[in-house]
């Protein structure tokens, strides 16, 4: 007999002659919580070495023993998100209570992702490379928005545009990149792509992001590669909530507030956040704003989960986004040879998105599952012009999106996963700058992914997507995934796929007349009723943009002390869209533009990145990113993308005074520059903008029941560039938060 098996025996037999000579039996139950944010931890693993009887913690954090002997014990706790605990000794006489912390992992390597390939994998055995910002990173940072938790991730530039800040992937701008909520598509592309910052991180859970084409899952736009911002499900038997608010440089303040609450089969949550800013101004001498507007927005969130029984559950949700924005441009017009004449004007915009969706989801046992999908979107832009007081230019869009998805992941056997789904989108495009004041567009699409494992240490996924388009067609894009594991610590993946993009409405039947400022903007089927002389210049019918995506990485991890990982990426890009010079006739003295397919690109570079658990309280992350860029028809890079990205992230804590640390820093190397508001300004000499680097400080100090104060300081080293519109200098911000409520 084993000496596990003794003691088993020995402690049963303790407990049966208690009993018979009228002594109770002891018990020993407790609860398992997150040592940094004091919440509850479901599943973690509760075992007594002497006996090796094991508990699960329950979705109130709350571990059981039954029927033990009185005496003393050794326990162990863990959990897949947390470092292993240490071994305590818990003496047992009647009734006790004994609770745990654990500490979460510096990266979860085992946290589950779905985005990659629309099936739950860890993250350690996901054939699809993917990154992960969790929120523990976030609130690290301090970060309060999506574009914000985004900056530290490698291969991933933040760049300002005229419709805020968008993604850069690998080279790919953000019209060209998927941006999801909890698999929903993203909808309010004003000037091309989706503006991050408007995403609050409130009541997110982490951020997936897959670089390269995901057009065989998701369809159009994932050409360069999807961004999952994944929110937060409610959960049972608990009432509690959260608070916070910070204030700093530019009378900036963003308070909110959030509250769960649920029972045995029903999850609610709802939220509420505040960001305002009075913005700042670089350069007073000059009448317009350099640097960021005013804003002020207002996003609220609201989930609603039920659990009918074990497999049928159903989630509704509501987000809603209200927003202003306003600043001062200015125009210099030459009057005459001797004499300029400058314009100033007074901008304002308002967006606000209103979004719901009912999800259904069915899970029978391990081997098949099912997700239902409705959502729907509206969102509303205006922006208006002013000079004294005077209207001089408007802009109005209504964007209606609705979508009705079915996805299905069924197990065959042991080795083999069949990934299978419809998709139906509709949008109605009603804007101010659209020939005929509206116009629709729907598509319909089915994907097959087939996932199997030939021997234990290759897995291949193989996907083909079929997507027709009411206005240009259909299109076929398949792809294929390989991760070969010769080792628990070695992995090795490989990816090539096609990726495609549908011109938008608005590059269709777009006709942005910008008469005060000189220019006017037509889409590619716009122009032809414009009755403008072309110049000889041959207007084509938009097509779809197309690409060749590929990547070979190899990954080095050894448990959770370290994670080392380089990636070679390869996209070839070909009938990108973009708009065209055809010349100056009067009144647009800075010319008549029209959308085309223009150009064919590629961006191809080399990704390091390496995490070090340092000691148990001190973790380390550093990335490299070498980019590099073409347009195969004129030889020259593209614009606003950097050669080089370094990024570095270092955090501690310091447990005898409950605080800690976050220190991060980037650096960007000069690039090729256009400014955002590039309408009529790619012509001329090429202008490069330097280098940059920023440095920046958290710190944070948690107190007995849940408050939790914080100090961040960004850009320490108050680097700042008018021209070239590295903004802003040094920022200080101070602020809290308040966790409460209780378990039931």
């Given at each position: 007999?084993?000496?596990?098996?003794?003691?088993?025996?020995?402690?049963?037999?303790?407990?049966?002659?208690?009993?018979?000579?009228?002594?109770?039996?002891?018990?020993?139950?407790?609860r398992?919580?997150?040592?940094?944010?004091?919440?509850?931890?479901?599943?973690?693993?509760?075992?007594?070495?002497?006996?090796?009887?094991?508990?699960?913690?329950?979705?109130?954090?709350?571990?059981?023993?039954?029927?033990?002997?009185?005496?003393?014990?050794?326990?162990?706790?863990?959990?897949?998100?947390?470092?292993?605990?240490?071994?305590?000794?818990?003496?047992?006489?009647?009734?006790?209570?004994?609770?745990?912390?654990?500490?979460?992992?510096?990266?979860?390597?085992?946290?589950?992702?779905?985005?990659?390939?629309?099936?739950?994998?860890?993250?350690?055995?996901?054939?699809v490379?993917?990154?992960?910002v969790?929120?523990?990173?976030?609130?690290?940072?301090?970060?309060?928005?999506?574009?914000?938790?985004?900056?530290?991730?490698?291969?991933?530039t933040?760049?300002?545009?005229?419709?805020?800040?968008?993604?850069?992937?690998?080279?790919?701008e953000?019209?060209?990149?998927?941006?999801?909520?909890?698999?929903?598509?993203?909808?309010?592309?004003?000037?091309?792509?989706?503006?991050?910052?408007?995403?609050?991180?409130?009541?997110?859970?982490?951020?997936?992001?897959?670089?390269?084409?995901?057009?065989?899952?998701?369809?159009?736009?994932?050409?360069?590669?999807?961004i999952?911002i994944?929110?937060?499900?409610?959960?049972?038997?608990?009432s509690?909530?959260?608070?916070?608010?910070?204030?700093?440089?530019?009378?900036?303040?963003?308070?909110?507030?959030?509250?769960e609450?649920?029972?045995?089969?029903?999850?609610?949550m709802?939220?509420?956040?505040?960001?305002?800013?009075?913005?700042?101004?670089?350069?007073?001498?000059?009448?317009?704003t350099?640097?960021?507007?005013?804003?002020?927005?207002?996003?609220?969130?609201?989930?609603?989960?039920?659990?009918?029984?074990?497999?049928?559950?159903?989630?509704?949700?509501?987000?809603?986004?209200?927003?202003?924005?306003?600043w001062?441009?200015?125009?210099?017009?030459?009057?005459?040879?001797?004499?300029?004449?400058?314009?100033?004007?007074?901008?304002?915009?308002?967006?606000?998105?209103?979004?719901?969706?009912?999800?259904?989801?069915?899970?029978?046992?391990?081997?098949?599952?099912?997700?239902?999908?409705?959502?729907?979107?509206?969102?509303?832009?205006?922006?208006?012009?002013?000079?004294?007081?005077?209207?001089?230019?408007?802009?109005k869009?209504?964007?209606?999106?609705?979508?009705?998805?079915?996805?299905?992941?069924?197990?065959?056997?042991?080795?083999?996963?069949?990934?299978?789904?419809?998709?139906?989108?509709?949008?109605?495009?009603?804007?101010?700058?659209?020939?005929?004041?509206s116009?629709?567009?729907n598509?319909?699409?089915?994907?097959?992914?087939?996932?199997?494992?030939?021997?234990?240490?290759?897995?291949?996924?193989?996907?083909?997507?079929?997507?027709?388009?009411?206005?240009?067609?259909?299109?076929?894009?398949?792809?294929?995934?390989?991760?070969f594991?010769?080792?628990?610590?070695?992995?090795?993946?490989?990816?090539?796929?096609?990726?495609?993009?549908?011109?938008?409405?608005?590059?269709?039947?777009?006709?942005f007349?910008?008469?005060?400022?000189?220019?006017?903007v037509?889409?590619?089927?716009?122009?032809?009723?414009?009755?403008?002389?072309?110049?000889?210049?041959?207007?084509?019918?938009?097509?779809?943009?197309?690409?060749?995506?590929?990547?070979?990485?190899?990954?080095?991890?050894?448990?959770?002390?370290?994670?080392?990982?380089?990636?070679?990426?390869?996209?070839?890009?070909?009938?990108?869209?973009?708009?065209?010079?055809?010349?100056?006739?009067?009144?647009?003295?800075?010319?008549?533009?029209?959308?085309?397919?223009?150009?064919?690109?590629?961006?191809?570079?080399?990704?390091?990145?390496?995490?070090?658990?340092?000691?148990?309280?001190?973790?380390?992350?550093?990335?490299?990113?070498?980019?590099?860029?073409?347009?195969?028809?004129?030889?020259?890079?593209?614009?606003?993308?950097?050669?080089?990205?370094?990024?570095?992230?270092?955090?501690?804590?310091?447990?005898?005074?409950?605080?800690?640390?976050?220190?991060?820093?980037?650096?960007?190397?000069?690039?090729?520059?256009?400014?955002?508001?590039?309408?009529?300004?790619?012509?001329?000499?090429?202008?490069?903008?330097?280098?940059?680097?920023?440095?920046?400080?958290?710190?944070?100090?948690?107190?007995?029941?849940?408050?939790?104060?914080?100090?961040?300081?960004?850009?320490?080293?108050?680097?700042?560039?008018?021209?070239?519109?590295?903004?802003?200098?040094?920022?200080?911000?101070?602020?809290?938060?308040?966790?409460?409520?209780?378990?039931?």
């Amino acid at each position: 007999m084993s000496r596990g098996m003794r003691n088993f025996c020995a402690a049963g037999l303790a407990a049966f002659i208690g009993a018979g000579t009228g002594i109770s039996a002891a018990e020993l139950t407790g609860r398992v919580y997150d040592s940094e944010t004091s919440n509850l931890i479901r599943d973690a693993n509760v075992r007594i070495i002497e006996t090796g009887q094991v508990a699960a913690s329950d979705r109130r954090g709350e571990y059981r023993f039954k029927q033990l002997a009185d005496g003393q014990y050794r326990l162990v706790v863990t959990h897949i998100a947390y470092d292993a605990g240490d071994t305590v000794t818990v003496t047992v006489s009647g009734s006790r209570r004994f609770d745990f912390k654990l500490r979460p992992a510096p990266w979860v390597l085992n946290d589950v992702v779905v985005t990659g390939t629309r099936s739950p994998h860890l993250l350690k055995n996901v054939p699809v490379q993917t990154e992960v910002v969790t929120q523990r990173d976030f609130e690290r940072t301090g970060a309060t928005t999506v574009d914000e938790a985004l900056t530290s991730s490698i291969g991933i530039t933040i760049n300002e545009d005229l419709s805020g800040q968008g993604a850069t992937i690998r080279g790919i701008e953000g019209d060209r990149v998927l941006v999801l909520v909890d698999g929903e598509r993203a909808v309010g592309r004003v000037r091309g792509s989706i503006d991050l910052s408007q995403y609050s991180l409130s009541n997110v859970e982490k951020i997936e992001i897959v670089k390269g084409t995901g057009s065989t899952l998701y369809g159009s736009d994932a050409m360069g590669g999807v961004i999952n911002i994944i929110t937060r499900k409610p959960s049972a038997n608990v009432s509690k909530g959260n608070l916070y608010f910070d204030y700093g440089s530019h009378t900036s303040f963003n308070p909110s507030a959030d509250f769960e609450y649920g029972n045995d089969r029903t999850g609610l949550m709802l939220g509420g956040r505040l960001f305002s800013t009075d913005g700042f101004d670089l350069d007073l001498t000059t009448p317009h704003t350099n640097g960021q507007e005013q804003i002020d927005r207002w996003n609220f969130s609201g989930k609603l989960r039920h659990r009918f029984d074990d497999r049928w559950s159903l989630t509704g949700s509501g987000r809603l986004m209200f927003e202003n924005r306003d600043w001062i441009e200015s125009e210099i017009v030459a009057k005459n040879a001797l004499e300029d004449t400058t314009y100033t004007y007074d901008d304002e915009e308002k967006n606000a998105r209103y979004e719901s969706s009912v999800v259904f989801d069915y899970l029978s046992g391990d081997r098949y599952s099912m997700k239902l999908r409705l959502f729907g979107t509206y969102y509303n832009h205006q922006w208006n012009k002013f000079s004294e007081s005077f209207w001089i230019d408007t802009s109005k869009t209504e964007d209606i999106f609705l979508e009705t998805s079915y996805t299905s992941n069924y197990v065959i056997g042991h080795n083999h996963v069949a990934t299978y789904g419809l998709d139906y989108n509709y949008q109605d495009l009603k804007s101010s700058e659209v020939i005929a004041g509206s116009k629709a567009d729907n598509s319909i699409a089915g994907y097959l992914q087939y996932e199997y494992s030939p021997h234990p240490a290759w897995t291949l996924v193989s996907g083909v997507r079929y997507e027709n388009h009411s206005s240009f067609g259909g299109h076929v894009n398949p792809s294929f995934n390989a991760m070969f594991q010769p080792s628990e610590r070695l992995k090795l993946r490989g990816f090539v796929g096609r990726g495609f993009r549908a011109p938008s409405i608005k590059q269709q039947y777009f006709v942005f007349d910008h008469t005060a400022a000189g220019y006017i903007v037509y889409g590619g089927s716009a122009i032809e009723s414009s009755g403008i002389d072309l110049g000889g210049l041959e207007v084509t019918d938009l097509k779809q943009e197309n690409s060749i995506n590929s990547s070979i990485s190899a990954e080095f991890s050894y448990g959770t002390i370290g994670l080392h990982r380089i990636t070679y990426f390869y996209n070839h890009l070909e009938d990108l869209i973009d708009f065209t010079l055809i010349g100056f006739p009067d009144p647009y003295w800075r010319g008549v533009y029209v959308y085309q397919n223009i150009e064919t690109a590629v961006t191809q570079g080399i990704e390091w990145e390496s995490r070090v658990r340092l000691s148990s309280s001190w973790d380390l992350s550093f990335s490299y990113n070498y980019l590099y860029t073409r347009n195969l028809e004129t030889q020259e890079k593209l614009v606003n993308r950097p050669d080089h990205t370094a990024k570095l992230f270092l955090t501690g804590l310091v447990e005898r005074f409950n605080a800690g640390f976050s220190l991060w820093a980037d650096y960007q190397s000069r690039k090729l520059w256009v400014p955002r508001s590039n309408t009529g300004g790619n012509e001329g000499d090429a202008v490069y903008a330097p280098h940059r680097t920023r440095l920046n400080l958290n710190l944070f100090k948690r107190f007995n029941g849940g408050l939790e104060t914080f100090v961040r300081m960004e850009n320490l080293l108050d680097e700042t560039d008018v021209e070239f519109g590295y903004w802003p200098g040094f920022e200080l911000f101070v602020g809290m938060k308040f966790d409460f409520g209780y378990n039931k």
